[in-house]
Structures are given as C-alpha cells and as structure tokens.
T-cell receptor
Framework: AQSVTQPDIHITVSEGASLELRCNYS??????LFWYVQSPGQGLQLLLK??????LVQGIKGFEAEFKRSQSSFNLRKPSVHWSDAAEYFC?????????????FGKGTKLSVIP | GAVVSQHPSWVICKSGTSVKIECRSL??????MFWYRQFPKQSLMLMAT?????????EQGVEKDKFLINHASLTLSTLTVTSAHPEDSSFYIC??????????FGSGTRLTVV
C-alpha cells in the first residue's frame, strides 16, 4: 500500500536561512508526487509536482524539490526562507484507485520562521 | 489556472440537522472530485471519490448514509452531512482535477455542530 512519511513534525528556521523538508514515499509504481502548503484555516495550495522527466522540480514561491528514486524521497527546499513561508507543508503521492488517481498525504510538517 | 470554489467556508449548525457543502470547479470540468476531512493539527483523510453521473466511492470506515455525495454536473459536487453530531465537527476540503492539474483544492469548510 502507498504511504507518505514526513519525519519532521515541526521545524523552526530563522528568516533568510535555508530550508529542507523531508518526504519519503512508499509506492510500487512510478509515483506522481506533490508538495502542498496550507495556512491556518485555509485550503491547500500546490507548490510543485513531479510526474516524470527532470528530477529537480521548480515550484512557486521559490521552492524546489528533488525526486530521488533510489531513496524514495521527494524533499522540498528553499534557499532563503521568508516570514510568510510559515505554514503547514504536506507531501503527497498520487496512486491509482477507484478508477482515478487519489492522493495520500503525509502527516505534514509545520514550519515556524523566526524573524 | 484551475480554480476550485468551496462554499460555505464556515458553518455552525445544531445537532441533528443537515448541512450541505458545495464544491465547484470554476474554469474546468471535473469528472472526479474528492472530499477530505481534516482534524486539528492532522493530515487530510480521504473520505470519498465523487464521480460525475455515478455513485461516489467511499473510503473504508466512512458512513455513506451520513455523508451524502452528489456529483450531478461536471462542475459541481456536494457533500451533505446528515443528522450532524458534535463529533462531525471538522474541516472539510474538496479537490478537483487530476494529475495534470495537481489536484486543486477548495478553501475548505469549517463545520461546527453544537
């Protein structure tokens, strides 16, 4: 069965510092991978996605992620964090089910940014 | 880009009443929509997959008679929480599209049952 693991429940970084959020997945086939961001009381906004091709994916707001098949990982990175990046981040893998692709989410990583 | 509108964003209802939540794809047609439930400080749990013109597919443990899903058109899916109880209080989020769109999400509905 598919699963997504985000090992870090909560990360705190200083504004301007670099960021890496970890994500590992378990899925038998080639995965479709996503990173979403959620502000409190809001829906999810797609940051970036990987389907195939270049394993380094660029997203919105200066985020990028690298797919590493050998490590079953899809870590999210940002070179310089801004205070507005404080939010909850979810990694997800799409899998085929019920005639369509469905998403399985990790438990999320809460990012706090120190001014 | 793909936009999904969810309404209402916040609702309070009395125990025993029913609440309907709408999910609309504004600029694309969605043959499939998904309904999630999110408890405080937790991840999203898929409740059901809504397919236009057919019955929804519910995840294990989700009561289909309590959470009625209707997907009558290519742009609208509704979730009705019937005979709501306080334990149904939660944050409900819909999404539409697919792998190409990256599963666009609505802004969520905060349901409080008193």
């Amino acid at each position: 069965a598919q699963s997504v693991t985000q090992p870090d429940i909560h990360i705190t970084v200083s504004e301007g510092a670099s960021l890496e959020l970890r994500c590992n997945y378990s899925y038998g086939a080639t995965p479709y991978l996503f990173w979403y961001v959620q502000s409190p009381g809001q829906g999810l906004q797609l940051l970036l996605k990987y389907f195939s091709g270049d394993t380094l994916v660029q997203g919105i707001k200066g985020f990028e992620a690298e797919f590493k098949r050998s490590q079953s990982s899809f870590n999210l990175r940002k070179p310089s964090v801004h205070w507005s990046d404080a939010a909850e981040y979810f990694c997800a893998v799409a899998y085929s089910g019920a005639g369509s692709y469905q998403l399985t989410f990790g438990k999320g990583t809460k990012l706090s940014v120190i001014p | 880009g793909a936009v999904v509108s969810q309404h209402p964003s916040w609702v309070i209802c009395k125990s025993g009443t029913s609440v309907k939540i709408e999910c609309r794809s504004l600029d694309f047609q969605a043959t499939t929509m998904f309904w999630y439930r999110q408890f405080p400080k937790q991840s999203l749990m898929l409740m059901a997959t809504s397919n236009e013109g057919s019955k929804a597919t519910y995840e294990q443990g989700v009561e289909k008679d309590k959470f009625l899903i209707n997907h009558a058109s290519l742009t609208l899916s509704t979730l009705t929480v019937t005979s709501a109880h306080p334990e149904d209080s939660s944050f409900y989020i819909c999404s539409a599209g697919g792998t190409n769109y990256g599963y666009t999400f609505g802004s969520g509905t905060r349901l409080t049952v008193v």
